[in-house]
T-cell receptor, first 111, second 114 residues
Framework: GQQVMQIPQYQHVQEGEDFTTYCNSS?????IQWYKQRPGGHPVFLIQ?????EVKKQKRLTFQFGEAKKNSSLHITATQTTDVGTYFCATSNFGNEKLTFGTGTRLTIIP | DAGITQSPRHKVTETGTPVTLRCHQT?????MYWYRQDPGHGLRLIHY???????DKGEVSDGYSVSRSKTEDFLLTLESATSSQTSVYFC?????????????FGEGSRLTVL
């Protein structure tokens, strides 16, 4: 199946600093999804990107899909304590119903 | 939360015993999934189902079996639990079809195998 590498594994930032997590693949992706999991919780869908070079924003969150559709990023501007959690990217092969997840980036905020 | 219920939420069992986890949905979605989550590994797909009695393997299916006798229930069975199967298990349903459907997850079932 499709494999994606996600970096960094951990990120500690001061409240108010920016945060970015990256998702990379050696093959072209049909789509990329992003999920957030709060500590002790379950993953929650944030967004999906399907087009080459696509950029979507949700308040302080900016999601990008690379031109070659082999990488994606999630950027959070001016982090807040509510942003704490693990962020996962996920993807599936063309015509495939299996969704493969990256290993996640765990974000902690220093108040 | 898309009407997904997992049971039990917590279970402690001994090596060699059978264990069944249940996922129940109320919204008649076709696709259902079982993932396990372990530190450093993220979420790994165990099995998934694309309809009643239609299932397929994921990347970590060894030691697990599944059944889906009706649309609303997807069961995950460990025939003989091992300590390596200690994990948090998440069930998910897929909204929509094709590559573009998002997953809705249950609350998770924490399994400890002693």
């Amino acid at each position: 199946g499709q494999q994606v590498m996600q970096i960094p594994q951990y990120q500690h930032v001061q409240e108010g600093e920016d945060f970015t997590t990256y998702c990379n693949s050696s093959t072209t992706l049909s789509n990329i999804q992003w999920y957030k999991q709060r500590p002790g919780g379950h993953p929650v869908f944030l967004i999906q990107l399907v087009k080459s070079g696509e950029v979507k924003k949700q308040k302080r969150l900016t999601f990008q899909f690379g031109e070659a559709k082999k990488n994606s990023s999630l950027h959070i501007t001016a982090t807040q304590t509510t942003d704490v959690g693990t962020y996962f990217c996920a993807t599936s092969n063309f015509g495939n119903e299996k969704l493969t997840f990256g290993t996640g980036t765990r974000l902690t905020i220093i108040p | 939360d898309a009407g997904i219920t997992q049971s039990p939420r917590h279970k402690v069992t001994e090596t060699g015993t059978p264990v069944t986890l249940r996922c129940h949905q109320t919204e008649n979605h076709r696709y259902m999934y079982w993932y396990r989550q372990d530190p450093g590994h993220g979420l790994r797909l165990i099995h998934y189902s694309y309809g009643v009695k239609d299932t397929d393997k994921g990347e970590v299916s060894d030691g697990y079996s599944v059944s889906r006798s009706k649309t609303e229930d997807f069961l995950l069975t460990l025939e003989s639990a091992t300590s390596s199967q200690t994990s948090v298990y998440f069930c998910a349903i897929k909204a929509g079809t094709g590559n573009t459907g998002e997953l809705f997850f249950g609350e998770g079932s924490r399994l400890t195998v002693l």
